[in-house]
C-alpha cells in the first residue's frame, strides 16, 4: 500500500504524487482525488480493512511528515496482520525513533529522472554503499530497486547480515532469479501469480 494524504487530511492508497490530468495529490481533497481516479481510488482504511488477518501489509509512506499519524492510524486498524513500513531516509528515522518496535526498512533506488547531476551522484553512490544510511534512520532492512540488486547491494546486505528486499520485480525470468538468491529475503512483485506457480 502506498500512502499519501490529501489536502482534507484523508489517508489514501495511492502510488504517483500527481494524477493523470498532473494535479499534485497532497493538494486536492479526497471529493477532487475520487472524482478523477474512480473506485479504484481506496481509502487506507479501507485497504486495512479488505487485509487485516488475511495476509502481511507492506506500508509504503510516500511522503515526510506524518510517519507518526500514519503508524498510529496503521496500527489502529490492522491489529491482526504482521506489518513492515518503507520510505526515505526521514521517514524511516522518524518511524524508529517514535515507534522502535515497527519494522521498517530504508528505500534504496529512488527516482532521480528530475534532480541535479551533481545530486544524482551522491545518491547513487549512498545507494551503493548504503551503510551509513541504514545505520543512522535505525532501518530493519533494506528495500533495494532491482537495477541496484544486479550491482553491489545484495552482497552488501549480506555481508551486513541486513535483510534485503528486492523491487519491482515483474519478468518472469528475474522473479525466479530473485527467489532462488539466498541473498533476497522478500520479492516485491506486481505479479504473485508468476511468483507463486514458480515458488
Known sequence: MDVRRSADGVYVNY???RTPSGRVVGELPYAALRQELGAELLKVD??????DGRVGLHVDVKEAGDEAAIVRLIQTGCGHSPVFFTGGDDSIRAIKETFPTARAGLTLGEDLERAPPWRSLRVR???LFPGVRLRRCHADFAAVHQRLAD???LDYCARAH????????DDEVNIARFMRD???????TNRPDIALRIK
Open 15 to 17: 502510488h504517483d504524487d
Open 46 to 51: 479501507e485497504v486495512m480493512e479488505l487485509v
Open 125 to 127: 553512490w549512498s545507494e
Open 151 to 153: 550491482i553491489r547491494v
Open 162 to 169: 541486513m535483510p534485503a528486499w528486492v523491487w519491482t520485480v
Open 182 to 188: 539466498p541473498r533476497v529475503a522478500v520479492l516485491i
